[in-house]
């Protein structure tokens, strides 16, 4: 460590360069102008970057804002000089087409920042679900020492003594709309009412996800993922990333030291057993690539597939963020993990410098209503499998939310209880499916599997959260409520239908989905992984050949510079959605 400590500081190159005395001062003279000294900047301080995420269009993130100036003290107190900058938006509810465009573009924008600029150490503001793996994957391609803190979610929710959480809301209280059973002016007033407070989305949806697995990645302060927006407690942990990143700098402790594939290996289990979200494997898998470290949808069904759901927030559940944290969080579930000696890897390090074993052995469960002990968990195999065919090389499908109902539809051989089959339905995108989905003439039947296409990362730019489709409303009022959806597009983290999505490679890039017709009969086969629509080798390639000569699967024009430049260049879902040229420069800061 003692070596560590002397060696002369990226900032340095910048702000106290005699070798080259003219950019120096030219350096330097510029962040003076508003009051930083001279002392500050050349007398060896690590000088920390805070990357701000939060921002008026981002009030999932935007309490960051007040969090930064806890920050700031905590850098100074350790002897540091903070620099705060601002991250390109991502707005999970407001940005259209879809935030995810804007995740590989933040990306970016951090990458060049972190590299460019004289910093020796970045806080990760995260929070909203893409700014979480944006912020991870630039840190991951830089390597300076990076630390992350959650904004927190929002308080829970309430509407007449019932918890309301995000998202879960909207889809619950949109069938009650469509039943009649409310009208639009409640309909809205119930879904405002799970979002009373700052901070993110209170349910176990992408953010609550992401934000767990970033400390589960070893990258948050033990315990910093759960903690509401508005608590004292986040403040005091803003405060303790601050102080910490400094260390970090002096300990020369990089993001290549933590998120290792060990790393990757916790936090696939720690997303089994908090539910999380399907959008996880994307984001992780983008994270690991970026870093180097091998990883894959395979990984995901061979680490996570058996390990139980313990966590029981909505929407797989019943409470909500504030319930999560005073339960214990993210600590609490791995301390429950490990004493059923399920966390694979308890010696991987984490930013405070300790083991995550370290960190949670000991972690009290207080609740085991909210955090369900491993021995009576709220479901078996709460992990996703990685199913294949000529539908796609890779799609994932969370196995434990199919109900029984839905299996005794779907049952094409008694003997054999894993596997469907149905008739496909496609839609060519989310705007056919809303514009055709209630006509009866469609024939779409409880023994239908819907099918979305042209909704992946080249379709429809970035990838739609649109695979979770309803079924008719003349389903509906007989009573079915779900029906099994394919698609090559991703679902809300908030939602919790049994749907095979990420399908890679999509329809865009003339993937399987491309070929299947409406009438086809489709085969799911959860035992052997696979999925395949029930047509001969021969009849696939003449539709692929048909396909081919037609130019290829049709998708809609781009309506932004950047949607043209990612369609260009962006990988498949499955591949975690990285600009593929991105991929090569790994650990790029000098020192
Ligand atoms: Fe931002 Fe859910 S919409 S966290
Ligand atoms: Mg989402």
Same mark, same amino acid.
């Given at each position: 460590?003692?070596?560590?400590?002397?060696?002369?500081?990226?900032?340095?190159?910048?702000?106290?360069?005699?070798?080259?005395?003219?950019?120096?001062?030219?350096?330097?003279?510029?962040?003076?102008? /508003?009051?930083?000294?001279?002392?500050?900047?050349?007398?060896?301080?690590?000088?920390?970057?805070?990357?701000?995420?939060?921002?008026?269009?981002?009030?999932?993130?935007?309490?960051?804002?007040?969090?930064?100036?806890?920050?700031?003290?905590?850098?100074?107190?350790?002897?540091?000089?903070?620099?705060?900058?601002?991250?390109?938006?991502?707005?999970?509810?407001?940005?259209?087409?879809?935030?995810?465009?804007?995740?590989?573009?933040?990306?970016?924008?951090?990458?060049?920042?972190?590299?460019?600029?004289?910093?020796?150490?970045?806080?990760?503001?995260?929070?909203?679900?893409?700014?979480?793996?944006?912020?991870?994957?630039?840190?991951?391609?830089?390597?300076?020492?990076?630390?992350?803190?959650?904004?927190?979610?929002?308080?829970?929710?309430?509407?007449?003594?019932?918890?309301?959480?995000?998202?879960?809301?909207?889809?619950?209280?949109?069938?009650?709309?469509?039943?009649?059973?409310?009208? /639009?002016?409640?309909?809205?007033?119930?879904?405002?009412?799970?979002?009373?407070?700052?901070?993110?989305?209170?349910?176990?949806?992408?953010?609550?996800?992401?934000?767990?697995?970033?400390?589960?990645?070893?990258?948050?302060?033990?315990?910093?993922?759960?903690?509401?927006?508005?608590?004292?407690?986040?403040?005091?942990?803003?405060?303790?990333?601050?102080?910490?990143?400094?260390?970090?700098?002096?300990?020369?402790?990089?993001?290549?030291?933590?998120?290792?594939?060990?790393?990757?290996?916790?936090?696939?289990?720690?997303?089994?057993?908090?539910?999380?979200?399907?959008?996880?494997?994307?984001?992780?898998?983008?994270?690991?690539?970026?870093?180097?470290?091998?990883?894959?949808?395979?990984?995901?069904?061979?680490?996570?597939?058996?390990?139980?759901?313990?966590?029981?927030?909505?929407?797989?559940?019943?409470?909500?963020?504030?319930? /999560?944290?005073?339960?214990?969080?993210?600590?609490?579930?791995?301390?429950?993990?490990?004493?059923?000696?399920?966390?694979?890897?308890?010696?991987?390090?984490?930013?405070?410098?300790?083991?995550?074993?370290?960190?949670?052995?000991?972690?009290?469960?207080?609740?085991?209503?909210?955090?369900?002990?491993?021995?009576?968990?709220?479901?078996?195999?709460?992990?996703?499998?990685?199913?294949?065919?000529?539908?796609?090389?890779?799609?994932?499908?969370?196995?434990?939310?199919?109900?029984?109902?839905?299996?005794?539809?779907?049952?094409?051989?008694?003997?054999?209880?894993?596997?469907?089959?149905?008739?496909?339905?496609?839609?060519?995108?989310?705007?056919?499916?809303?514009?055709?989905?209630?006509?009866?003439?469609?024939?779409?039947?409880?023994?239908?599997?819907?099918?979305?296409?042209?909704?992946?990362?080249?379709?429809?730019?970035?990838?739609?959260?649109?695979?979770?489709?309803?079924?008719?409303?003349?389903?509906?009022?007989?009573?079915?409520?779900?029906?099994?959806?394919?698609?090559?597009?991703?679902?809300?983290?908030?939602?919790?239908?049994?749907?095979?999505?990420?399908?890679?490679?999509?329809?865009?890039?003339?993937?399987?989905?491309?070929?299947? %017709?409406?009438?086809?009969?489709?085969?799911?086969?959860?035992?052997?992984?696979?999925?395949?629509?029930?047509?001969?080798?021969?009849?696939?390639?003449?539709?692929?050949?048909?396909?081919?000569?037609?130019?290829? /699967?049709?998708?809609?024009?781009?309506?932004?510079?950047?949607?043209?430049?990612?369609?260009?260049?962006?990988?498949?879902?499955?591949?975690?959605?990285?600009? %593929?040229?991105?991929?090569?420069?790994?650990?790029?800061?000098?020192?």
């Amino acid at each position: 460590m003692s070596e560590k400590k002397t060696r002369t500081l990226r900032s340095q190159e910048w702000f106290d360069n005699p070798d080259n005395p003219g950019m120096t001062a030219l350096y330097l003279e510029r962040y003076l102008n /508003y009051g930083l000294t001279s002392h500050e900047l050349r007398s060896g301080k690590p000088i920390i970057g805070i990357a701000q995420t939060g921002s008026d269009l981002s009030p999932c993130n935007r309490h960051h804002l007040e969090l930064a100036k806890r920050v700031r003290d905590g850098i100074a107190a350790a002897g540091g000089v903070a620099l705060e900058f601002p991250v390109h938006p991502i707005q999970e509810t407001g940005k259209r087409p879809t935030a995810a465009l804007d995740r590989n573009l933040a990306y970016l924008g951090l990458v060049e920042v972190l590299y460019g600029y004289p910093l020796d150490g970045v806080v990760l503001t995260v929070g909203c679900d893409k700014t979480t793996p944006a912020m991870l994957m630039g840190a991951a391609t830089v390597n300076i020492p990076a630390i992350a803190l959650s904004v927190g979610p929002m308080l829970n929710g309430w509407h007449r003594g019932e918890r309301t959480g995000s998202g879960t809301i909207v889809w619950k209280s949109r069938e009650r709309l469509a039943a009649g059973e409310i009208d /639009y002016e409640e309909f809205i007033d119930i879904v405002a009412s799970s979002a009373p407070s700052v901070g993110y989305c209170n349910t176990m949806g992408t953010a609550t996800t992401m934000n767990s697995l970033a400390e589960a990645l070893g990258m948050e302060l033990p315990g910093g993922a759960a903690i509401p927006a508005p608590y004292r407690e986040r403040g005091q942990i803003a405060y303790e990333t601050g102080r910490r990143i400094v260390e970090m700098v002096q300990e020369n402790l990089r993001p290549s030291d933590i998120m290792t594939r060990e790393a990757f290996e916790n936090a696939i289990v720690v997303n089994s057993a908090i539910g999380g979200s399907t959008n996880a494997p994307i984001h992780l898998n983008a994270i690991a690539r970026h870093l180097g470290v091998k990883l894959d949808n395979d990984d995901w069904q061979a680490v996570g597939h058996e390990i139980p759901l313990l966590v029981n927030l909505q929407p797989a559940g019943e409470y909500l963020g504030e319930d /999560y944290h005073h339960a214990g969080g993210v600590p609490a579930v791995v301390n429950e993990l490990m004493m059923a000696g399920k966390l694979p890897h308890p010696g991987a390090l984490t930013v405070n410098g300790k083991t995550i074993g370290e960190n949670c052995r000991n972690a009290e469960n207080l609740d085991t209503k909210v955090i369900r002990p491993f021995a009576d968990p709220l479901k078996e195999k709460a992990g996703f499998i990685n199913l294949k065919g000529n539908l796609f090389d890779s799609a994932i499908m969370k196995t434990s939310v199919i109900s029984p109902e839905f299996r005794d539809r779907y049952l094409s051989n008694p003997e054999d209880p894993d596997a469907f089959e149905g008739t496909a339905h496609v839609f060519d995108g989310p705007e056919e499916y809303h514009a055709k989905i209630d006509d009866p003439a469609l024939g779409i039947d409880e023994n239908s599997i819907l099918i979305m296409r042209g909704s992946g990362p080249i379709g429809y730019p970035g990838g739609a959260e649109v695979v979770n489709m309803q079924p008719p409303a003349h389903l509906i009022k007989k009573g079915v409520h779900a029906l099994p959806c394919v698609g090559d597009g991703r679902q809300s983290g908030t939602s919790g239908s049994p749907s095979i999505l990420n399908a890679s490679p999509e329809a865009a890039a003339n993937g399987g989905l491309a070929l299947v %017709k409406t009438g086809d009969r489709i085969r799911i086969d959860l035992k052997k992984g696979a999925a395949n629509i029930l047509i001969s080798d021969e009849e696939l390639a003449q539709r692929r050949a048909e396909l081919m000569a037609a130019g290829g /699967y049709q998708y809609p024009a781009h309506q932004t510079p950047w949607q043209e430049i990612q369609r260009g260049m962006i990988d498949q879902l499955s591949e975690g959605m990285v600009l %593929k040229p991105a991929v090569k420069y790994q650990r790029i800061a000098q020192n």
